[in-house]
């Protein structure tokens, strides 16, 4: 059967990573998490005095660009790539608030972008890959076979992502969840470089009343017709 390449772009904490990892393991494809990258970046930047409250030292952080390497590795036990920063696993570091108040000034800055994306092109090379993000369907594979556009509420994804943040950290609260999504949205869709946006030929799903089944129905079946080369859409 002939490999694609899958774009899935949308707003924060919209289940794109959730329905992402799903299809790819379907498929037997591979899956990526670009915003797992810029997390990660977001981290190095942290721990190296680059970014704080009242502090960003953008030249600091174009000079370092050489030192951060980023890589995913998969172990049995995991149910999904955890990515590396400079050969530590930080896949559960990179989740926390602190790390997402910062992402969205890290991910502006074009130098870490261009990086990021090169490497994001080499992992989706031979097709046959599942990335989430974005700027998948309009700058890192323009070509993709199926583009699709994820959207719900801000109300839905905060009570979602606050959900999943209290698993970790009952100390959490609501309004600060909501708060960052929403200036989040705001930096990603307002950014000069490779703003979050609908491609032209994306399909758009809102899933603020799909539940995680449905909406993975929903892809795959884009997904198997865009394989057999059906263009119904
Ligand atoms: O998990 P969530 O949907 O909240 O976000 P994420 O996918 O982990 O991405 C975190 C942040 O990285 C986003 O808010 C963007 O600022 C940035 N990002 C980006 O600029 N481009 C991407 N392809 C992926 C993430």
Redesign the pocket.
Known sequence: MRKITIAIDGY???G??TVAKQLADYLGYVYV????M??AVTLFAMQNEIISKDNFDEEKLKNSLDSINLSFKKKEEWNKAHIFLNGEDVESQIRNLEV?EF??PI?TIHEVRVKLVAQQQKMGLEKGVVM?????GTVVFPDAELKIFMNASAQERAQR?YKELLECDNSVQYSDVLKNIQE?DY??TTRADSPLLKAKDAIEIDNSEMNLEDQFHTVLQLAKDRIAGRLLY
């Open positions: 924060s904490s919209t794109k990573s998490d670009s915003g797992a810029y997390r997402s992402v969205s991910a989430d993000g974005r700027d998948i992502r989040r930096m990603d």
